[in-house]
T-cell receptor, first 115, second 114 residues
Framework: DTGVSQDPRHKITKRGQNVTFRCDPI?????LYWYRQTLGQGPEFLTY????????KSRLLSDRFSAERPKGSFSTLEIQRTEQGDSAMYLCASSLSAGPTDTQYFGPGTRLTVL | AQTVTQSQPEMSVQEAETVTLSCTYDTSESDYYLFWYKQPPSRQMILVIRQEAYKQQNATENRFSVNFQKAAKSFSLKISDSQLGDAAMYFCAYRSAREGDMRFGAGTRLTVKP
């Protein structure tokens, strides 16, 4: 088990461009979460999947954001028409919804800088 | 809406000493889970300890223990015998038993002095 992985680790883009991030969860985990973390703050929830179904979305997830988990394994988060305010660390986490605590394990994150 | 408050933006501790990080939360639910995560500089978030709200016994993991006061909605983390490797941002987090998302506090930056 190699843990949660994210790609790329860093992304620099110009305002108005589209970007896509990928997350590979721990292999047996059926739940996958996306969070956004700005400097000096705790992570903020964006959305989560159970298998391929997107179960919950935050109001933070504007129409420019879309997430998919087509086969219930890896997930992608796309941001269209990026804005400077989108600059943040995007964290992915996964969990196995079998136990009572459903503990989430985090990946290293993708740091997005929008110029 | 549930909120998590960490009132100490920064804390420092001498190596080998004990430090307590504070966390309070607001919820109307009775069934939930609480977590402390550690985020070292430029490294990923790591689970330190977790507590189920229905358990009265405080969770303990080696040098880390919590003081869970359900009525007061308080969940503090005690680090004993602090080590240089404990230096990091510490985040308190809440998750309802009914929902998947976690709510995080703003974090406490812990410095360990040699």
């Amino acid at each position: 088990d190699t843990g949660v992985s994210q790609d790329p680790r860093h992304k620099i883009t110009k305002r108005g461009q589209n970007v896509t991030f990928r997350c590979d969860p721990i292999s047996e985990h059926n739940r996958l979460y996306w969070y956004r973390q700005t400097l000096g703050q705790g992570p903020e929830f964006l959305t989560y999947f159970q298998n391929e179904a997107q179960l919950e979305k935050s109001r933070l997830l504007s129409d420019r954001f879309s997430a998919e988990r087509p086969k219930g394994s890896f997930s992608t988060l796309e941001i269209q028409r990026t804005e400077q305010g989108d600059s943040a660390m995007y964290l992915c986490a996964s969990s196995l919804s079998a136990g009572p605590t459903d503990t989430q394990y985090f990946g290293p994150g993708t740091r997005l800088t929008v110029l | 809406a549930q909120t998590v408050t960490q009132s100490q933006p920064e804390m420092s501790v001498q190596e080998a000493e004990t430090v307590t990080l504070s966390c309070t939360y607001d919820t109307s639910e009775s069934d939930y889970y609480l977590f402390w995560y550690k985020q070292p500089p430029s490294r990923q978030m790591i689970l330190v300890i977790r507590q189920e709200a229905y358990k009265q016994q405080n969770a303990t993991e080696n040098r880390f223990s919590v003081n869970f006061q359900k009525a007061a909605k308080s969940f503090s983390l005690k680090i004993s015998d602090s080590q240089l490797g404990d230096a990091a941002m510490y985040f308190c987090a809440y998750r309802s038993a009914r929902e998947g998302d976690m709510r995080f506090g703003a974090g406490t930056r812990l410095t360990v002095k040699p």
